[in-house]
Nanobody
Framework: QEQLVESGGGLVQAGGSLKLSCAGS????????MGWYRQAPGKERELVAE???????NYGDSVKGRFTISRDNSKTTVFLQMNSLKPEDTAVYYC???????????WGRGTQVTVHS
């Protein structure tokens, strides 16, 4: 069974930056798609960014131009560089993996990101 372990969350001031990391292991298919979702209190979980092993990517509209996803395919690790953070980016960020874009099948436990003004 695949395991995803996130790291890098924390507390940051508005306008600042954070970088999240997620290490995957145990995937029979080698995690074809890895990405990040987030869930704020009282809201549904939403896509932040995802990327295939081939480099195709999708971003949520609210983070385009501010967040960048990248992968280290040899280690099934995915990163999320978050710049120009806003208080509305505050959420639990979940690492996810799946067989195709838009279809996460495995989830990490999540890491809290809090942006204060």
């Amino acid at each position: 069974q695949e395991q995803l372990v996130e790291s890098g969350g924390g507390l940051v001031q508005a306008g600042g930056s954070l970088k999240l990391s997620c290490a995957g292991s145990g995937s029979f298919f080698g995690s074809p798609v890895m990405g990040w979702y987030r869930q704020a209190p009282g809201k549904e979980r939403e896509l932040v960014a995802e990327m295939s092993r081939g480099g195709d990517s999708n971003y949520g509209d609210s983070v385009k131009g501010r967040f960048t996803i990248s992968r280290d395919n040899s280690k099934t690790t995915v990163f999320l560089q978050m710049n120009s953070l806003k208080p509305e980016d505050t959420a639990v960020y979940y690492c996810a993996s799946g067989l195709r874009l838009g279809a996460p099948g495995s989830w990490g436990r999540g890491t809290q990101v809090t942006v204060h003004s």
